[in-house]
């Protein structure tokens, strides 16, 4: 009876020995703990991501100045609960310096707090929930993306000054949706424009009959924030419906992500983002260009978003002499000038970028585009007007920004609504 | 000072013997008890201790109690009473919002209000812990009316869809339940002063609280009752014979069920800080099904070896293999394939199989 | 607030849903109904199917080569075979065994320590796809025969290898094909990678029409024409034809059946793989309407249950009224009340099974 006791007991010290930390940690060393999807449905956007943190980290040859950085990857499913125990695994077996990653708004609000429980610096650069650099800021949590309602700010006033008058949104139902169409409600009201209706799918939905059986017919434009599927299939079944009016639409609705799958009903589709394959600067030219060649893709704003992480981090450890310590380098990530691929960035002093926003048009390139060695004849988001320097709370003050609540369901609420 | 566990684990393990020897040879349903009591205690003890220099192992250690508390309720309806269910997570997951929005919810007068008089109290864990046990038995026993009527594969979907009731719930009632976002939970109460936010302390917390619904399921399914549970699986209708009133058994069973699973929930919440919909998937359900499955039904320390096995594929596979859902399918079926094959089911099938052959060969 | 219009657009636009509802759960219930087998890879066929229609117009389009995938076919095969010859030796079971065993240890070797790896080049082999437009009607059709096919071997594969082994253990038959909804899907991943691709269907059947100043989609009008088409296939195939007599012989007395001189193991084979082809047409029909990318399967597989539960498990009739009853309440529900189009599937599909345990049809 004792034997068998023993045998169990052994067997699971056994198991455990499994876990044995692989080598004790050298003195110049970087940890970085990424979390991204491998597996699971938002596997292709996971290895964007990482496509981009990583392609910075091998220009650098794996080194930040005499630091070697250990990059450790795991694997996230993008869902909340898996995020928080793989970071805790990161953080108590792996001993990361910070760690960084991470897809959906919800990641964000599971990763800040355990961030801030944990002392280890948590670097957001897709994760975009409005309040978490607004109203509920957590210690330890930087952001290098662009919060939800960052971009539709610009994008509301730019809708209303085209003449636009009569906006119906369409928007997944979830904090992104709520954020982005929030953002794009206020501005665009408050120039003179009109929301009509507002409509909230369910995340994947499919078929959306229901929904542009709401649709009035006297429409000037749509706007929309899709994620996903949903993204594909929107704007062949508002047109198939026989609605002519133009698609506006948040980042995701027409990223290059989706892009290369998108036939040509989502021509003419305009939306606002801080970053496109199609920008025309020197920087990005060689980004997308090198991307293409490592990894046989457009470059998304999934994947420069995380090279600029990169580059921040790389950037804030020579600033403090490559000695890590949080404080200090968060220190000294406020205090960067960068100018990263989608333009010039700091950050703001509730730790989230400003950076230019740019009024994007889907528009189809054949040949070649600019020798970049994207497949001819794609579809680019082409860049036709863009505001510099835009921070979250466009055009308030932050002081002003903060005494309203966080954008939802029913915020800003709907005067003109039928 | 430092290695406190390594006294209390060998204090557990001798009174464990001790016992062991002491007790009589003809009750040995109370050995097995005390025996299974003891070595778990031992397990557990070790951990923190194993932990100092393989990090990680009592955070793991922690979420296999969490979820060992899952598979074992589950156990009580697919191993005792033969009803298989693919929405245990429904309770699991209802009683970990309750415990989640009650936590955070200050807007909610009357149930913050007693919260915060059970928390200047020192009382604010009991207080979730009694909660999450009134939300399950609430859900349970209204699920259980709808469902108990079914057998066999009308049982495993009728129970399935109602789980994903109660996920659509966790996903629209946004108001509530912060629908996709999840909700954070800022930290534990602390238990007659002993801060749980600590997660040495809590560790031991779930440790207790695990023993002790390990304890009262034990006695459960060994008593009178459960006994005609395991009637109820072989032969429903000759329990009917006998006079038995079988619907009410198997929805009692049911409940008790429900029990746990919200127990689990409440450990969960705190455990993780966090709760958000994907923890009441239909994945959830079916890897509680396949703990069970995995360590053998109809044995409360089989759910916990294959929780214990499930979740330390989850966390080590992911590190080796970059594409772990072909193995963990791969060993889906296995297992599976093993069971049916040799007739045997689970891991401890296979052990008191083995044990079987031996004995068989001595003689 | 709704018009006449508009509701004539919305019942149109149900009753397009439903038909692919239909397609998607006739296949679950044919399966479940005849061989008592709850399978949860369905949907993950579903999707498979998909990508197997994409690849095939992208042979088409010649962006990309045969003879990787033609390659993965071959080893398939002498996997096959491989095992049938361990099977005399030994009973079906074990032999399927020890094929998932060595699969298994050539999986982790050759995804984690080999420099060459095996696996990726034989097993699993990875195909860049891209999204296609401006088909012919002709080309659909290939790919519905060329999709039919391959999924249906590969429901044989999967019926006569694993399945039959499990005898009518419920759970054993769950933990199973869940762990197959893995495999497929994580396969799928691997193979064609993650992108969220589209193919549109013929411009024959693209665009819309308009009719008293309504526009109708015509591809719904699609949806529906396949379907019905399939629903009087399956009718006219296992009640009028000798095949279908055989089917319910088998399904009713497996032991009289077999004393009479059919092949049960035969037919059972047979209809498994006609359920996955059923989800085969489903999968490219529905594909030009929902798009193919990972973590469809798993988001489709509730409704398809819906549709089952409340038609009735096993009953194709029961699955007609099943996919109509969910087209029009999830269409209904989320155009009236948007905050309630969870549980207006799910909460009906409660109630049904609360009054009949075995749905609208079924026999229980």
Not at chain 1, 33 to 60: E, R, S
Not at chain 2, 171 to 200: C, H, K, M, Q
Not at chain 2, 273 to 302: K, N, Q, R
Not at chain 3, 296 to 308: H, S
């Amino acid at each position: 009876m004792l034997k068998r006791l023993v045998v169990l007991v052994a067997v699971i010290a056994l198991s455990f020995t499994f876990a044995v930390k692989d080598a004790t940690s050298a003195e110049k060393e970087f940890r970085i703990g990424w979390l991204a999807a491998v597996t699971g449905w938002a596997a292709q956007i996971g290895k964007d991501m990482t496509n981009g943190f990583k392609m910075y980290l091998d220009q650098q040859n794996y080194k930040f100045g005499p630091l070697k950085v250990k990059f450790i990857v795991e694997d996230n499913l993008a869902k909340p609960p898996v995020n928080v125990r793989k970071a805790m695994k990161l953080i108590k077996r792996d001993k990361v310096h910070l760690f960084s990653g991470g897809l959906l708004a919800s990641t964000g609000y599971a990763l800040a707090p355990l961030a801030e429980r944990t002392n280890v610096l948590y670097i957001s650069p897709i994760p975009a929930a409005d309040d978490l650099t607004q109203r509920k800021r957590y210690k330890n949590f930087m952001r290098l993306g662009f919060t939800s309602s960052q971009n539709s700010h610009p994008q509301g006033q730019w809708a209303c000054e085209q003449g636009f008058k009569k906006v119906v949104t369409i928007a997944a139902d979830y904090a992104f949706g709520y954020e982005t169409v929030g953002g794009f409600q206020k501005t665009f009201e408050a120039c003179g424009g009109k929301i009509i209706k507002k409509l909230w799918p369910k995340i994947g939905t499919k078929d959306f009959a229901p929904y542009l059986a709401k649709f009035p017919k006297d429409l000037d434009a749509v706007f929309t924030l899709m994620v996903g599927g949903m993204s594909l299939s929107f704007p062949k079944q508002f047109r198939g419906a026989g609605f002519k009016a133009p698609m506006l639409g948040g980042i995701t609705s027409a990223d290059e992500f989706i892009l290369p799958n998108m036939g040509d009903e989502a021509i003419g589709y305009i939306t606002a983002g801080q970053y496109s394959a199609a920008l025309d600067t020197k920087k990005n030219r060689a980004f997308v260009k090198e991307y293409q060649k490592r990894y046989g893709k457009m470059a998304s704003y999934y994947s420069e978003s995380c090279y600029t992480a990169a580059l921040f981090i790389h950037k804030a450890l020579a600033k403090i002499n490559y000695k890590y310590d949080r404080d200090k380098f968060k220190d000294a990530m406020r205090s960067l000038r960068v100018d990263a691929i989608r333009g010039p960035v700091y950050l703001d002093k509730f730790d989230n970028p400003v950076h230019n926003v740019y009024i994007r048009k889907v528009v189809r390139i054949s040949g070649d585009h600019k020798g970049l060695g994207v497949k001819p004849n794609s579809l680019w988001n082409k860049v036709i007007k863009t505001y510099p320097a835009i921070g979250q709370f466009y055009p308030d003050s932050a002081e002003k920004f903060l005494k309203q609540p966080v954008y939802s369901k029913n915020f800003p609420p709907c005067k003109h609504c039928r | 000072m430092k290695s406190i566990e390594l006294l209390i684990s060998a204090i557990a393990l001798g009174l464990g013997i001790i016992c062991y020897l002491k007790l009589d040879k003809k009750n040995i349903i109370l050995k097995k008890f005390v025996m299974l009591f003891f070595g778990l205690l031992t397990i557990g003890c070790l951990t923190p201790f194993i932990d100092k220099y393989v990090p990680l192992s009592q955070l793991i250690m922690n979420e296999i109690l969490v979820f060992g508390v899952l598979a074992m309720s589950l156990d009580i309806l697919m191993g005792y009473t033969g009803l298989a269910s693919l929405g245990h997570a429904a309770y699991f997951g209802v009683s970990s919002y309750a415990c989640a929005i009650v936590m955070t919810k200050t807007s909610w007068v009357t149930s913050f209000a007693a919260y915060t008089w059970a928390q200047s109290n020192g009382l604010g864990i009991i207080f979730l812990l009694v909660l999450a046990i009134v939300v399950a038995i609430f859900f349970a026993a209204f699920f259980g009316l709808l469902a108990i009527r079914a057998t066999d594969v009308y049982f495993l979907m009728i129970t399935l869809s109602l789980a994903m009731v109660v996920w659509g719930l966790a996903y629209r009632w946004s108001a509530v339940t912060e629908g996709d976002n999840g909700i954070n939970v800022p930290g534990r109460p602390s238990l007659f002063g002993i801060n749980l936010d600590n997660d040495y302390n809590f560790y031991f917390f779930t440790l207790g609280i695990f023993l002790l619904c390990f304890s009262v399921m034990y006695l459960f399914v060994n008593s009178p009752f459960g006994k005609t549970l395991v009637g109820i699986r072989e032969s429903e209708e000759r329990m009917k014979m006998l006079g038995y009133n079988t619907w009410l058994h198997k929805y009692i069973a049911f409940i008790v069920a429900g029990i746990f699973s919200g127990i689990a929930g409440f450990l969960w919440t705190l455990f993780n800080l966090f709760v958000s919909p994907p923890d009441l998937e239909l994945i959830t359900s079916a890897e509680a099904l396949f703990m069970v499955a995995l360590g053998g039904p109809a044995t409360l320390l089989g759910p916990v070896i294959g929780a214990s096995i499930i979740k330390i594929l989850q966390q080590f596979v992911s590190i080796y293999v970059e594409r772990w859902p072909l193995i963990l399918g791969a060993i889906y079926i296995i297992t599976i394939m093993v069971s049916r094959l040799y007739k045997v089911e689970g891991i401890l099938g296979i052990v008191s199989k083995i044990r079987g052959s031996s004995a068989s060969s001595k003689e | 607030m709704f018009s006449a219009e508009k509701m004539i657009i919305l019942t149109y636009s149900s009753f397009a849903y439903a038909a692919l509802l239909f397609l998607l759960a006739s296949g679950l219930s044919l399966i479940f109904g005849v061989m008592r087998i709850v399978n949860l890879a369905h949907a993950a066929f579903f999707l498979f199917s998909g990508y197997i229609a994409l690849e095939f117009y992208n042979i088409i389009y010649g962006t990309v080569s045969l003879i990787p995938r033609f390659i993965q076919i071959i080893s398939w095969t002498v996997l096959y075979f491989v095992w049938k010859s361990i099977s005399k030796k030994m009973s079906g079971g074990r032999s399927a065994l020890l094929l998932l065993v060595i699969y298994l240890i050539i999986e982790i070797f050759s995804l984690s320590f080999w420099s060459f790896p095996i696996y990726e080049n034989l097993f699993f082999v990875k195909v860049p796809v891209k999204s296609v437009a401006n088909l012919s009607i002709w080309m659909l059709i290939g790919a519905l025969i060329f999709t039919i096919i391959i999924i249906s071997l590969a429901g044989f594969f999967v019926e006569r290898v694993f399945l039959r082994q499990l005898g009518q253990d419920t759970i054993a038959q769950v933990l199973v094909t869940i762990g197959f909804a893995f495999i497929l899907q994580d396969g799928s991943l691997y193979m064609w990678g993650g992108d969220n691709y589209f193919f549109d269907l013929p411009k024959l059947l693209g665009g819309s029409f308009t009719m008293q100043g309504m526009t109708f989609e015509k591809f719904r009008l699609f949806l529906i024409f396949v379907a019905a088409i399939v629903a009087i296939a399956l009718y006219f195939c296992i009640e009028r034809t000798k095949l279908g007599a055989i089917m319910r012989a088998t399904v009713d007395d497996p032991e009289m059946a077999r004393g009479v001189g059919i092949n049960t193991n035969i037919v059972s084979m047979s209809i498994f793989a006609i359920g996955t082809s059923l989800a085969a047409i489903g999968g490219i029909v529905g594909a030009s309407f929902l798009g193919v990318y990972p973590g469809l399967d798993f988001e489709i597989l509730p409704y398809a249950f819906a549709v089952v539960i409340i038609g009735g498990m096993g009953s194709l009739g029961g699955a007609l009224v099943g996919s109509i009853i969910v087209g029009l309440i999830e269409n209904f529900a989320t155009a009236f009340f948007p905050e309630l189009n969870y549980f207006a599937l799910f909460a009906p599909m409660a109630i049904i099974l609360a009054v009949k345990p075995t749905g609208l049809f079924g026999k229980g």
